[in-house]
């Protein structure tokens, strides 16, 4: 049997890393499953926990609806600008704002993300990599996935916006 290994977040790239992911990726919201896919992106970058980008294909129809028009974007050296979903809760009329973003038209370094979304693992009731419950990154920023294979300091939480 072998150990899994485990990855310090300060081993990873500057600029970030894009690599497929074979794990099987479980998010949970309103007591639903609204994601299970193996075919996830990690983007891997210094001092954060992975971000995993699903392919919109495998989330539940339904769910995920884009932001008002007019709400604010974000913008990432290295991707791009992102735009922004919310959720509505399924089974009910709650609407979540801002729980998952993409990139409609990523930088050509990372154009293999068109086409996904990454959750904030804060604002779900549970995501799962590989049968593990992830840790949701502190604060509300980056949405980086936390699990035991995942080592810091992890960049996010107060007081850490400088590093």
Known sequence: MSTPTVESVWDYPR????????ALLVIELGGHQIVET???????ETSHPPVHYVPIEDVADGVLQETSPGAAASY??????ASYYDAIVPGTSDVLARVAWHYPQPTRHYAEIAGHVAFY??????????GEQVQAQAGDFYGGWITSRIVGPFKGGPGTRGW
Do not use: A, N, Q, Y
């Not at 600029?15 to 074979?22: G, N, T, V």
């Not at 990432?76 to 600008?81: D, L, P």
């Not at 693992?121 to 590989?130: A, K, N």
């Open 76 to 81: 990432c050296e290295w991707k791009g600008t």
């Open 15 to 22: 600029p970030p890393r894009l690599e497929r992911s074979p």
């Open 38 to 44: 193996t075919r996830s992106l990690r983007v891997l």
């Open 121 to 130: 693992p804060s604002r779900m009731d549970r995501c799962w990599l590989d």
